[in-house]
C-alpha cells in the first residue's frame, strides 16, 4: 500500500492512528494535520495524499480490504451518496477517553495484526457508526 505526496485513489480502506509527530493528510480538497492520538479512517476510493511529516512521526495503519470494507457496509442499511461525500472531510477524529486508550493499547501490543476479520469488521463499523452519527 502506497500512499504518497501525489494524491492518488486509494483501492482499500485504511485505518491510521497516530502515535507521535504529524502528517498532513489530504482527501481530496480537505486537509487535515493528523497528529497524536487522532485516528483517520480513509474509505476504499478516495483520492488521498499525505505529505509534511514530521521528523519523529510515527502511526500505525490497519489496511482494509475492499471486500472486508463491501462486507462490513452490507451490514448497514444503504448510505446514501451524500454520506460518502461527508466523509471526505470527516475522516478524522481525535481519541479521547476509552478509545485512545483501547486501541493505544492494541495498536503496540501488535493484537490488531493477530485478529480475525471479524474484530476488524466491527472497528470499521463502530468508525462508520460514529461518522454517520455526527452526519446526522
Not at 485513489?9 to 491510521?16: D, P, R
Not at 487522532?38 to 482494509?64: M, R
Request: aromatic fraction near 18%; include cysteine; proline fraction near 3%.
Amino acid at each position: 500500500i502506497r500512499v504518497t505526496s501525489v494524491p492518488s485513489y486509494t483501492e482499500v480502506g485504511m485505518i491510521i492512528l497516530c502515535l507521535r509527530g504529524t502528517a498532513k493528510i489530504c482527501i481530496f480538497d480537505n486537509i487535515h494535520i493528523l497528529a497524536k492520538n487522532e485516528l483517520a479512517v480513509i474509505l476504499p476510493g478516495q483520492l488521498v495524499s499525505i505529505t509534511e511529516l514530521s521528523p519523529d512521526f510515527l502511526c500505525n495503519i490497519v489496511v482494509l480490504s475492499r471486500a472486508l470494507f463491501d462486507d462490513t457496509l452490507s451490514g448497514f442499511s444503504r448510505f446514501s451518496p451524500l454520506f460518502f461525500v461527508y466523509m471526505r472531510s470527516h475522516y478524522w477524529y481525535e481519541l479521547t477517553g476509552i478509545w485512545s486508550y483501547f486501541l493505544t493499547f492494541f495498536y503496540k501490543q501488535n493484537v490488531l495484526r493477530t485478529l480475525n476479520n471479524l474484530f476488524f469488521s466491527c472497528l470499521f463499523a463502530s468508525l462508520m457508526y460514529i461518522g454517520f452519527r455526527s452526519y446526522l
